[in-house]
């Protein structure tokens, strides 16, 4: 157990709907980053999110959008879903920096039908 | 911008000999450098990592690396892999600017014979 937690494991949603995914990150890290890993596409950072404020933004669709909450978890909403969404869904934490490195969760699986 | 590149897709290897993983990485900072392991069905583990000082850098499993500045490498190595090694292994970089980001190579896997 990584001390990330991400829920659902699994998902499986149709065309056109949204769904939301969580992470509550390791005790103590303020920092929570989200990846998407595809075949295709590899592992694509989305957004980082610091003590509830966004930092940064990487590839991330304007279908899709994140939030951390006061207590740091954090959810990515993804809608309009198509069926190129389907991928890993990693959500890693850092203590601050990341200069200890990233603790990620064992993801959440997205399978658009 | 920043890029990382493992040019190996796959490297089979019997159990017992050494392998080399290879990571080039393109950067106009200064950054961060990681190993992460990804094993079936599961999250990303850290395998090791360079901030600063020695380029020899030792990790988990009996892992090290070796940073290579002036040809910016960061090649993993292991004197005698396992079976258990199996496994999907990621390079990746922190560039030292704000984004405070991972940047990730498209992976090796290491698929280790009896």
Known sequence: ?113 | AQSVTQLDSQVPVFEEAPVELRCNYSSSVSVYLFWYVQYPNQGLQLLLKYLSGSTLVKGINGFEAEFNKSQTSFHLRKPSVHISDTAEYFCAVRPLDSSYKLIFGSGTRLLVRP
């Open chain 1, 1 to 113: 157990d990584s001390g990330v937690t991400q829920t659902p494991k699994h998902l499986i949603t149709a065309t056109g709907q949204r769904v939301t995914l969580r992470c509550s990150p390791r005790s103590g890290d303020l920092s929570v980053y989200w990846y998407q890993q595809s075949l295709d596409q590899g592992l694509q950072f989305l957004i980082h999110y610091y003590n509830g404020e966004e930092r940064a933004k990487g590839n991330i669709l304007e279908r899709f959008s994140a939030q951390q909450f006061p207590d740091l978890h954090s959810e990515l909403n993804l809608s309009s879903l198509e069926l190129g969404d389907s991928a890993l869904y990693f959500c890693a934490s850092s203590a601050g920096q990341g200069a200890l490195g990233y603790t990620f969760g064992s993801g959440t699986r997205l399978t658009v039908v």
